[in-house]
């Protein structure tokens, strides 16, 4: 199950115009994924690329129990839209 901060979710879908509550049709398609440890957050972070309504996006989520609680939610950055495809080749 997807689970966020309701709030941050709203901010998000305000300035980004990606909804957390979408999150789940990440796993629709190949998503690329690997663990975020630039620095010590006192949980595991893991970062995700996948496509979300035909945009490649970037999430970051920790595992919460049974759940994948998204953290963050943005279009993905060229950087990133080659490292999916050289992942996914």
């Known amino acids: 199950m997807i689970a966020w901060d309701e709030s941050k979710r709203r901010r998000n879908l305000?300035?980004?115009g990606l909804d957390?509550?979408?999150?789940?049709?990440?796993?629709d398609h190949p998503v690329?994924?690997?663990e975020d440890d630039?620095?010590?957050?006192?949980?595991q972070r893991m970062?995700?690329?996948?496509?979300?309504h035909g945009v490649l996006?970037?999430?970051?989520?920790?595992?919460?129990g049974d759940d994948l609680h998204?953290?963050?939610l943005?279009?993905?950055?060229?950087?990133?839209?080659?490292?999916?495809?050289?992942?996914?080749?």
């Open 14 to 16: 305000a300035t980004r």
């Open 20 to 27: 957390f509550a979408d999150a789940d049709a990440l796993f």
């Open 32 to 34: 690329v994924t690997w």
């Open 38 to 43: 630039r620095e010590p957050y006192g949980e």
């Open 47 to 52: 970062n995700l690329l996948g496509w979300l």
């Open 57 to 64: 996006v970037h999430m970051t989520y920790t595992e919460r």
């Open 70 to 72: 998204v953290i963050s």
């Open 74 to 89: 943005r279009r993905a950055e060229k950087h990133e839209i080659r490292r999916y495809a050289q992942a996914i080749s």
